[in-house]
Each structure stands twice: as structure tokens, then as C-alpha cells.
């Protein structure tokens, strides 16, 4: 059974710092990996998309890796902003079924970026 | 392009009444899935449909029906409502092939009372 789990749950940070944020998978097999951001209330905001055969992928000031052999994925925030708080969720397709659009989403880390 | 759309964006309802959410997706896109967002669970999958076929189903009672149109509109249907859910439901569109990146809709939040 795939378990997807995100550290730290929450973090607060000064403006201009840069941060990661850590997601975790137990089943290494995975299609992809997918990073979204959620603003209170709203629905998910898709940031970036990391293939299995990828090791990176960037997005302005958002960088994300993917260590499928460990298990791991990082978002990497640069420069951060006030405009970055939200939550930031990782979901990954379940294996089985058919096209793999059964995502299975991490605990999210509730991001707080003060002036 | 337009994103995905969700209707209505707001729900109350009360306990046994049954209700329906419209997903439109991404033009272009075959695939919508649907997810219940919880405090408590989080984000859970529901089901999936493809060219108006259920695809990928999650682990909901049967209460909770959906189909898709033959221009890839979606709706989700949850029958006897339970105080339990009470939730923001959300759409997500894909091509449904290839690298299958999910685009999420603002959801609908409903509160059964």
C-alpha cells in the first residue's frame, strides 16, 4: 500500500529565505510525482510534474527533485515570498488500475512566509 | 484555455437529501477524477472516468455515483447524505494519457446539516 508522508506539517519563515519542504513514498514504484499548492479554502494549483525516468524539475523559483530508489522528493523554494503561503501537497498516481490517475496525496506542509 | 469549472461552488443540504456536483473539464482533456477533501482523511480519491467510462474507482460507498458526458462534462452524485459528508469535493481534468498531469478545479464545499 502506498504512504506518502510530508515533513514538517507546518513551517514559518521570514521573507526572502530560501526552504525545502520533503515528501516521502513507501512504494518506490512510481509513474510520476506531482507537487500542487493549496490556498486556504481554494482548490489545488498544480506546480510542478517530475516523471520517473526525471531527477529534476524547475519552475522559476520552485525547483523540485525526485530520489525514487530512497523514496524521496524535495521542493525547493527560493527567494520565498508572502504570496508562497499555502499548503504544498504531493500525490503520486497508485500503481494498479488503468492510466495511473489514481493519486494518492501526502499530509501537506502548511507553508507561512511573514514580511 | 479555460481551466476546470466547478458547479455549484457552495452546498447546503440536510441529512437523506441527495445531491449532484458539475465538473467541466480542461478542453481537450478525457479524463476527470473526483477526490473528497476532509480535515480529518485528507485528500481520498473517489473515481475516475475516461471517455465516459469509469475507469479507476476508490474506496466509497455506493451512495456515491458519478458519469461523464460524451463532451467529457462530469457530474458526481451522492445519494442519503451523511452529516460525514460534509466536505470540499474537487475535480481534477487530464488528458488521461501520456504524462497525465492533474489540474484541479476550485471545488465545491458542501455542508450537510
Known amino acids: 500500500k502506498q504512504e506518502v508522508t510530508q515533513i514538517p506539517a507546518a513551517l514559518s519563515v521570514p521573507e526572502g529565505e530560501n526552504l525545502v519542504l520533503n515528501c516521502s513514498f513507501t512504494?518506490?514504484?512510481?509513474?510520476?510525482l506531482q507537487w500542487f499548492r493549496q490556498d486556504p479554502g481554494k482548490g489545488l494549483t498544480s506546480l510542478l510534474l517530475?516523471?520517473?525516468?526525471?531527477r529534476e524539475q524547475t519552475s522559476g523559483r520552485l525547483n523540485a527533485s525526485l530520489d525514487k530508489s530512497s523514496g524521496r522528493s524535495t521542493l525547493y523554494i527560493a527567494a520565498s515570498q508572502p504570496g508562497d503561503s499555502a499548503t504544498y501537497l504531493c500525490?503520486?498516481?497508485?500503481?494498479?488500475?488503468?492510466?495511473?490517475?489514481?493519486?494518492?496525496f501526502g499530509t501537506g506542509t502548511r507553508l507561512l512566509v511573514s514580511p | 484555455k479555460a481551466g476546470v469549472t466547478q458547479t455549484p461552488r457552495y452546498l447546503i443540504k440536510t441529512r437523506g437529501q441527495q445531491v449532484t456536483l458539475s465538473c467541466s473539464p480542461i478542453?481537450?482533456?478525457?479524463?476527470v477524477s473526483w477526490y473528497q477533501q476532509t480535515p480529518g482523511q485528507g485528500l481520498q480519491f473517489l473515481f475516475e472516468?475516461?471517455?465516459?467510462?469509469?475507469?479507476n474507482k476508490g474506496n466509497f460507498p455506493g451512495r456515491f455515483s458519478g458519469r461523464q458526458f460524451s463532451n467529457s462534462r462530469s457530474e458526481m452524485n451522492v445519494s442519503t447524505l451523511e452529516l460525514g459528508d460534509s466536505a470540499l469535493y474537487l475535480c481534477?481534468?487530464?488528458?488521461?494519457?501520456?504524462?497525465?498531469?492533474?489540474?484541479f478545479g476550485p471545488g465545491t464545499r458542501l455542508t450537510v446539516l
Open positions: 481534477a481534468s487530464s488528458a488521461g494519457t501520456g504524462d497525465n498531469e492533474q489540474f
Open positions: 512504494d518506490s514504484a512510481i509513474y510520476n
Open positions: 517530475i516523471q520517473s525516468s526525471q
Open positions: 500525490a503520486v498516481p497508485l500503481p494498479g488500475g488503468t492510466g495511473f490517475q489514481k493519486l494518492v
Open positions: 478542453s481537450g482533456h478525457r479524463s
Open positions: 472516468y475516461f471517455s465516459e467510462t469509469q475507469r
